[in-house]
């Protein structure tokens, strides 16, 4: 996922241990590791051999701040320290492999501009990155124990782990961070998934990527249509606010969409292309993966808003994770993807929705029907009106109650 947690770019220059007792060269090893990773399919790879990271302090005055909202795994005391030093996660670290591996396709589906179709943001519509990158990983694992001649004590994150990714890339030279905070590769954007190997075996450390190309555009500033990007702080920082970012709305937010955001999400269902898809290195740098798995599902490739919104409403909680058992998906659960369904219905406003959001408004999840009743009222035609009024007699839930009030202009 595209995910939302907050970087700085400050390099750490305290000291870091060395593995003296490696009795190879960590320089040839290196630049074979690195070659290696080529070799089985990912894009790009470097070594970061400080523990320490120089974001700790920045990362825990955005979380005093709330900018991360719900995400309270972030703001953990010990997911902090652990963050701060990654042996604190690893005790035997000595050097970690960063990786990434490209996801875009050039997609002549992305129906954007239609209003009546879904948007899935483009890492979601193939199979989950997490299983993927970590079998390469792994591939690469067994590759550097069989090059070495020993068993290497390592762990592999793909998204999983208290680790600051992006900084950990972005010392390895994978790239700068730009002012929408994803990490831009100078030669292939931002269209990219990060996995980072630990190691209890020392190599030689990449250098950094020192630069930022970003300039003075603001593309992605002016066009997140939730304000959700702050730009550059004062110690050049690229700043989110989460609880604004549709990515975040869409997908970590369990309860209900703030009402100011909903008209602003559009028909984007989970997770939110858009600083990516305006940045001028994606526009001229992004090439397509050659990774099979990234493809997108035909169910996922810009289905109907209605069409995938009675798929959904028909299926239990558990049918859900069976549908998506093997795609992002799977994360909001069924209430939150029929939630931001709901809101993209709503958003199209057609008389052709209503029927799909009179069967929501009866859904087991308040969460479900309180968007419905949003979204019926946006179309405010006389036939959602009259779903509203019947609805109200019947419904119990407080909350819900509140939002067909608020619907039908009480």
């Not at 970590?134 to 390592?154: C, Q, S």
Request: net charge neutral; proline share 5%.
């Amino acid at each position: 996922m595209s995910d939302v947690s907050p970087l700085y770019r400050q390099r750490s220059t305290r000291p870091y241990l060395r593995d003296v007792d490696f009795d190879g060269d960590p320089t040839r090893l290196t630049n074979a590791l690195l070659g290696r990773a080529k070799e089985i399919g990912l894009d790009a790879a470097g070594v970061v051999v400080d523990p320490l990271s120089g974001h700790a302090d920045f990362l825990r005055v955005w979380i005093a701040e709330r900018r991360h909202g719900q995400m309270g795994y972030l703001a953990r005391p010990d997911a902090l320290d652990r963050r701060a030093d990654l042996r604190e996660t690893f005790p035997a670290f000595r050097s970690a492999v960063v990786v990434a591996q490209g996801y875009h396709r050039d997609d002549p589906s992305d129906r954007s501009d239609d209003a009546r179709r879904a948007v899935i943001a483009r890492y979601a519509r193939g199979d989950d990155y997490h299983a993927v990158l970590a079998r390469r990983m792994e591939e690469l694992h067994g590759w550097l124990e069989g090059r070495v001649g020993r068993t290497i004590e390592a762990r592999v994150y793909v998204d999983t782990g208290p680790l600051l990714e992006r900084e950990l890339a972005h010392r390895a030279g994978l790239g700068w961070f730009g002012k929408n905070t994803m990490l831009l590769h100078p030669e292939r954007g931002s269209y990219f998934f990060l996995g980072v190997l630990l190691l209890d075996l020392a190599l030689e450390p990449t250098a950094s990527f020192e630069t930022d190309h970003c300039g003075s555009c603001r593309a992605c500033l002016d066009a997140c249509p939730t304000d959700a990007l702050l730009g550059y702080d004062a110690d050049g920082a690229p700043v989110m606010d989460a609880r604004r970012c549709i990515s975040y709305l869409t997908i970590e937010l369990k309860g209900p969409i703030p009402r100011q955001h909903r008209s602003a999400m559009g028909n984007r269902v989970f997770g939110c292309d858009i600083c990516q898809e305006v940045c001028p290195w994606n526009q001229k740098f992004a090439r397509p993966t050659n990774e099979p798995r990234y493809a997108p599902r035909a169910d996922l490739d810009g289905p109907g808003l209605v069409e995938l919104a009675e798929r959904v409403l028909e299926m239990s909680e558990k049918g859900y994770q069976r549908a998506f058992a093997d795609s992002p998906l799977s994360r909001p659960r069924r209430r939150g993807l029929l939630r931001n369904l709901c809101v993209g219905l709503g958003n199209w406003g057609s008389e052709k929705a209503v029927d799909v959001l009179r069967h929501a408004l009866s859904d087991d999840q308040p969460l479900v029907r309180g968007h419905a009743a949003w979204a019926l009222g946006r179309i405010g035609s006389e036939r959602a009106r009259g779903a509203l009024d019947a609805r109200r007699l019947v419904e119990e839930d407080a909350w819900v109650r509140e939002e067909i009030s608020s619907a039908l202009g009480g």
